[in-house]
């Protein structure tokens, strides 16, 4: 259906049925649940649509279907809403790096060479270390350009001037720009110049954050569709960012008073997200 539509970023674009096809896909979706979904989507398109728009439809619809398709199709929203300060997604980038074996820290001050800098995540690995920057952005829309690895890098090679000075345990392996968002083209260009390993939402290709997160199971809370918004604040306020550490600190919804019934359907909502 040739129907042009609205973006976030307010660019307006041709309506792809093969991206919709693959965002229905990758929440696990079978081909039959897929196929009805997007007819009725198709059915509802008019010119000017947003995808907002076109995501809210599909949304609906998956979680009529199952809650658990729902939860998974919502991944990419799910990290805007650990929002609207980064600290929660730096504590989200935290959880990813320990639970693929790395020791890690957050928010730690190191000595550069002229100056100190304040780390967003500090991560260990056997010999080696790197620093990890995280950019957080709350609204859609907003992408990360050059001038942020640019800005990133400058930091990574004073502390790393001081730290090649020191008889340390570990190599200073890398700089790490991770973002919930999509780089530009010329930051992309410029981390690999510069040596930067630059994470996003899709980059690097099929290891993105992404693929990341549905491969390890390590889903934020926030992809709940059972909590409210003012308990999944709580918990992140509370520092549990993951559906795996809510199966294991689950007496924090004793403290929100949630009932018996109720945290019994939220623990097996957080059970099958974590298996899948």
Request: proline letters at 2%.
């Amino acid at each position: 259906m040739d129907v042009e539509i609205i973006k976030s970023s307010g660019k307006k674009v041709r309506f792809s049925l093969d991206k919709l096809r693959s965002s229905l896909k990758k929440s696990g979706a079978d081909r039959q649940t897929v196929n009805q979904i997007i007819e009725m989507v198709q059915s509802e398109l008019y010119e000017g649509i947003t995808t907002r728009e076109i995501y809210n439809r599909a949304f609906a619809l998956l979680k009529k279907k199952d809650r658990f398709l729902a939860s998974k199709y919502k991944l990419k929203k799910a990290i805007y809403e650990l929002g609207p300060t980064g600290f929660p997604f730096e504590r989200f980038i935290e959880a990813i790096l320990k639970h693929t074996g790395y020791r890690t820290t957050v928010s730690e001050v190191l000595q550069g060479k002229c100056v100190k800098h304040e780390i967003d995540v500090v991560a260990h690995n056997n010999r080696n270390t790197i620093v990890v920057e995280c950019k957080f952005h709350s609204e859609e829309g907003r992408n990360c350009n050059v001038k942020v690895p640019l800005y990133i890098a400058s930091r990574y090679l004073d502390v790393k001037s001081h730290w090649d000075t020191k008889n340390r345990e570990t190599n200073l392996e890398a700089g790490w720009v991770v973002t919930n968002t999509r780089f530009t083209v010329d930051a992309i260009q410029y981390g690999k110049c510069a040596g930067l390993y630059l994470l996003s939402w899709d980059y690097p290709k099929n290891n993105g954050l992404r693929d990341r997160i549905d491969r390890l199971g390590l889903y934020p809370i926030t992809v709940s569709t059972l909590l409210t918004r003012r308990e999944k604040q709580f918990l992140l306020s509370k520092n549990v960012v993951l559906c795996k550490q809510l199966m294991k600190d689950f007496y924090f919804l004793d403290h929100l008073g949630v009932s018996e019934l109720r945290k019994q359907k939220v623990l097996n909502e957080m059970k099958i997200l974590c298996q899948a």
